[in-house]
């Protein structure tokens, strides 16, 4: 069972504050052992589930990137891009082959049944989520009581959600964001209606006799995302989550088989004020006025002071040599001419991790060449206060370039001047030497600034995100049967403790638990 974006921390301050009787009475009479471990980025549920289920993470490299041979954006939620990246995944052999069955989640793991995942799509050219064997779905839906129960208590999360939100901008809390529009239909459908109906389907599946059955719940990270994770009402919905656990343990004690249940999440989440509350306009028009590309009405060009100090530490690591036409038709490495139907340059975000791709080109430009054609660009991203680390390639490897220093990611020189990475977790240099380098990832890599107190700035419009570094965001769980023991030799040291690191890493312990109970060969 997935508790989508709930961190480690956040959960440690659920159970103490009372709001999860069932995992609180799990861990008091030892049945079960919580172990963190540490969701590398992208800290996202793609990435993370491509992991789980598939021990494949290392195909995603954020929640959207742009594919340079395609010449497209791939969003990881549009059921045709899910179903084109699963292909790439899988192997025939994830966590659910065997018989295993799929609930809510965005790949499929190979299962058997699959209800409401992303991936499993209609063919035709209007692709769409497949459902699922629709018998399944009329326990749910034919019973009069339970479709009212449901229809009745989604209503009610809409008052409950424009009142809190109300509460928000009357109290004076901050960092917030505005929480009108689709969201508040949005909350009611995730944490009443879906939650219900993955109930339901994850029940029928056990009383089934399902060997394997893997659901995630979203209620907690969407409204994590709107109100900030550690807000009343993101709490509260931990606490409706672990009443499903309850009514699942009720249920496996009718069930054919015996089954055990483990309680993960995929990432965390940090609090902090976004990117454009911080900058006051987006991270797009920020790369496009540093580009002195044509900027929107009111958009003005950056100064060369704010990154003149930025370019100074740049210049050891800068040694061009190639010569590069600036102009209206953009040019490849060798001089060839690149098709100039495409945007001049594409930015995505996926919480405080940032990407840039210049699609006009049809390689991955360097430093040199970076600095040939934006001379301003790399370092005035770098100066921006909304922006702690960039990431870009170079003669020397990648380069972590910060307002007031360097840190090299691969050649092991020593850092030139203030190390931007000191706020980032003790993961840090792995993980961004590690992103950096994944397929398709972008041309620059951005991660926000990271307060003293651990807050982030989105480039998208969330008070809670993840997907970079700094706060919890990566400080991800999984709560398991104490005699499920987690194998030490897939923990790798992080501070003082070892950790499983990586999604792929938590795979590898899943499989081998569902090994030791003859599910998997």
Known sequence: MQLDGLSRPVLDQVIEAGLAPTLLSWLTEGSHVLDPWWASVPSSTPASQAGM??????????????????????????????????????????????????????????????????????????????????????????????????????????????YQARRQRVNGVHPRIGRGGWYVLLRAVTNVLLRDLSTSLVAESMVRGDPTVFVDFVDYDEIAHHAGPTRPEALRAVEGLDGVLATLTRVALVAPRDYQVVVLSDHGQSLGPTFEQVEGRRLVDTVRALMSAPPDAGVQTESAEDWGPVNALLTPFWRSGTQVAVGPERTGRQGAPVATDLPDVVVAASGNLGMVWFPRLDHRPALDELQERWPGLVAGLAARPGVGVVVVDSAQGLLAVGARGVHPLESGAAVEGEDPLVRMGPRAAQDLARAGRLPHSGDLLLVSSVSARGHVHAFEGQVGSHGGLGGPQNEAFVLHPASWVVDDALREPLGDERWLVGADALHAQLAAWQRAAGLRP
Not at 61 to 70: G, M, S
Not at 75 to 83: S, W
Not at 108 to 124: E, F, I, K, N, Q
């Open 53 to 162: 289920l598939h021990g494949a993470a290392d195909q995603i490299p954020a929640f959207r990137w742009w594919d340079r041979t395609a010449g497209r954006l791939v969003v990881t939620n549009h059921p045709a891009d899910a179903a084109a990246v699963e292909r790439l995944l899988s192997d025939g052999e994830g966590l659910l082959a065997h018989g295993g069955t799929a609930v809510s989640t965005m790949f499929s793991g190979d299962a058997a049944r699959a209800y409401l995942v992303m991936s499993r799509t209609r063919p035709g050219p209007r692709a769409r989520p497949d459902l699922g064997p629709g018998a399944a779905y009329l326990p749910f839906f034919a019973s009069p009581f339970v479709l009212m129960r449901a229809v009745t208590r989604s209503m009610g999360e809409i008052v409950k959600e424009l």
